[in-house]
């Protein structure tokens, strides 16, 4: 019972957003560079977490 409600409302929310639900099917443009990008910035500033700022941050993403 709880997985039918959870589809019906996910599926009601993609019709209300029908637009954008169009949009990503049709266009051949995505994102995913960008979310490449910001994912390995997360592992980097995960490793290096408490041991120094931006600026090592900024050399190890231009490093890499």
């Not at 599926?11 to 990503?24: E, M, P």
């Not at 995505?30 to 910001?38: A, D, F, I, P, Y």
């Amino acid at each position: 019972m709880g997985t039918a409600s959870g589809l019906s409302r996910t599926f009601r929310g993609l019709g209300l957003d029908r637009d954008a639900v169009n949009a990503a099917v049709t266009h051949p443009f995505h994102n995913g560079g960008t979310e490449g990008v910001n994912t390995k910035t997360k592992l980097i500033k995960r490793q290096i977490y408490g041991r120094a700022g931006f600026a090592l941050l900024r050399h190890r993403i231009l490093l890499g």
